[in-house]
Each structure stands twice: as structure tokens, then as C-alpha cells.
Nanobody, 116 residues
Framework: QAQVVESGGGLVQTGRSLRLSCTAS????????MAWFRQGPGKEREFVAS????????YYADSVKGRFTITRDIAKNTVYLQMNNLRLEDTGVYYC?????????WGQGTQDTVSS
């Protein structure tokens, strides 16, 4: 069964860094675009970043450009989200999403809390 599992969330102070991981199994990793979404308290889920499998293009929400970086390690079937200079508004549950021409797979999410 195809699945993606997030890890790496936690409690961090403003201005610090955190790296999230999303490991895929049961699917052909290099055939999926991988993306990160997040849902803050009382907010709707929103797009954060994506890594396109076909050409390696990356895309970011305006709110995280210059601070977050998405990368992919094909050998480990893992996509990372490096988050630097974290802000209070970055708090939320971060979800990994795998997208192909045929299906979409969501992870369960990992909590990231930024405190002052």
C-alpha cells in the first residue's frame, strides 16, 4: 500500500530552523511530484512548497520564499523541507502530499510549533 510518512516536527523558537522529512513507500517515487502543505490553528490548509518529478522544478508560497527549501533524495525515497528563520505564523501541522497522474497520497502530518 502506498503511503507517505512525515517526521521532524517539534517546538522551536522564532528565528531558528527545523527540517521536516517525508518518506514514501509502496510507490515509484520518481514518478510523483512531492509537495508540502500546512494548516495553522483556525486556518485552512495551504500550499507551502513542491518539487516536480519531471524536471526538478520547485515552487514556493510567497510567505516562505527565501526561508524554506524543498529537496528530494531519490535514493532514500524522501523529500525534505528545510525551514529557516521560522516565524510564529509558521506554526501548524505540516502535511506531505505525493501527486502522480493517477493518484494522490496524503500523509498524516507532523506538528511544528514556533514560539517567541
Amino acid at each position: 500500500q502506498a503511503q507517505v510518512v512525515e517526521s521532524g516536527g517539534g517546538l522551536v523558537q522564532t528565528g531558528r530552523s527545523l527540517r521536516l522529512s517525508c518518506t514514501a513507500s509502496g510507490l515509484t517515487f520518481n514518478q510523483y511530484t512531492m509537495a508540502w502543505f500546512r494548516q495553522g490553528p483556525g486556518k485552512e490548509r495551504e500550499f507551502v512548497a513542491s518539487h516536480v518529478h519531471k524536471d526538478g522544478s520547485t515552487y514556493y508560497a510567497d510567505s516562505v520564499k527565501g526561508r524554506f527549501t524543498i529537496t528530494r533524495d531519490i535514493a532514500k525515497n524522501t523529500v525534505y523541507l528545510q525551514m529557516n528563520n521560522l516565524r510564529l505564523e509558521d506554526t501548524g501541522v505540516y502535511y506531505c502530499k505525493a501527486i502522480s497522474d493517477y493518484d494522490t497520497i496524503w500523509g498524516q502530518g507532523t506538528q511544528d510549533t514556533v514560539s517567541s
